[in-house]
Nanobody, 116 residues
Framework: QVQVVESGGGLVQPGGSLRLSCEAT????????MSWYRQFPGQERELVVG????????DYADSVKGRFNISRHRTKKMIYLQMDSLKPEDTAVYYC?????????WGQGTQVTVSS
């Protein structure tokens, strides 16, 4: 069974940094896409950025360009989201999604709060 687990959220001051991690387990297919989404209260989830197992990335959401960076573990089905220069408007629940064989699996989400 596919499982997706995020970690690394927390409280940080404006201008600070956080690194989120997401690990997917339970499947062996070599081709998959892992993505970061975020959800603001009362709104739908929005795509932040995604990365294919080949290393190709999607475009970043305009609001995070130049501040966030996605990377992946070399051997594990694991991705990271380095978030720098964080702003209060980045406060959201961040979710990891894995798409494999046209099925999608979500993690439970991790809260990121940017506040002084």
């Amino acid at each position: 069974q596919v499982q997706v687990v995020e970690s690394g959220g927390g409280l940080v001051q404006p201008g600070g940094s956080l690194r989120l991690s997401c690990e997917a387990t339970g499947f062996t297919f070599a081709s998959y896409v892992m993505s970061w989404y975020r959800q603001f209260p009362g709104q739908e989830r929005e795509l932040v950025v995604g990365i294919h197992s080949s290393g190709t990335t999607t475009d970043y959401a305009d609001s995070v360009k130049g501040r966030f960076n996605i990377s992946r573990h070399r051997t594990k089905k694991m991705i990271y989201l380095q978030m720098d220069s964080l702003k209060p408007e980045d406060t959201a629940v961040y979710y990891c999604k894995v798409r494999v064989l046209d099925r999608e699996y979500w993690g439970q989400g991790t809260q990121v709060t940017v506040s002084s």
